[in-house]
Structures are given as C-alpha cells and as structure tokens.
Nanobody, 120 residues
C-alpha cells in the first residue's frame, strides 16, 4: 500500500514562493496521476493541479501561470512550485495519488497535508 507525505509548507509574504513536495513510499506512484488539492477553513477541498504518468499537467482556476506541478519518477515524488503567492492561496495543501481527475472523491490515497499561509 502506498503512503504519501507532503512537506514544504510555511508562512510566506504575498508575492513570495514555496515549493511543496510529495514523497511516496510503499509502492511506486510512477504509473499513477499525482494531484494537489487545497482546503481553506470553512471551504470545500479545491482542485489545484494534477500531473499524469506521462508528465502532462492540468491546473485549477486561479493558479494557472503561477503554479507548476512536476514529478520525479526516480524519487517516486511529485512537486508543486508556487510563485506570486496571494493571501487567497492560504490553505492546507494535500497530495493525492490515483487516476487523473479533478474530483477529490476519485483519489483514494492522501497525505496528511501541509499548511501554506500567505500573509504580510
């Protein structure tokens, strides 16, 4: 059974950057899509980005052009590079593994999340 752990969150000023990591263990994730979701207090979990097994990517509304999702098959990992961060990006960010989808319900493997706070 595969487990994933996110890291790289933190407090950053508006306009700043962060790089989130999602490291898998237990089984390879190289033949699966890796998605990033986020959830702010009082809001539903929101799709951020997904990278498929071939490296193709799709982004959610409001992050295209600022966020870049990638993966490193040699490290059984995926990443979310976030630039020009805005206060509305503040949320817990989750990594999920499964078949490519925009829906959180379609992913069965989730990490514990990493907090991203954008504030001056």
């Amino acid at each position: 059974q595969v487990q994933v752990v996110e890291s790289g969150g933190g407090l950053v000023r508006p306009g700043g950057s962060l790089r989130l990591s999602c490291v898998a263990s237990g089984r390879t994730i190289n033949t699966r899509a890796v998605a990033w979701f986020r959830q702010a207090p009082g809001k539903e979990r929101e799709f951020v980005a997904v990278v498929n097994e071939y490296g193709g990517s799709t982004y959610g509304e409001g992050v295209n052009g600022r966020f870049v999702v990638s993966r490193d098959k040699a490290k059984n990992s995926a990443f979310l590079e976030m630039t020009n961060l805005k206060p509305e990006d503040t949320a817990v960010y989750y990594c999920a593994v499964g078949w490519p989808s925009f829906r959180a319900a379609d992913y069965s493997t989730w990490g514990q999340g990493t907090q991203v706070t954008v504030s001056s």
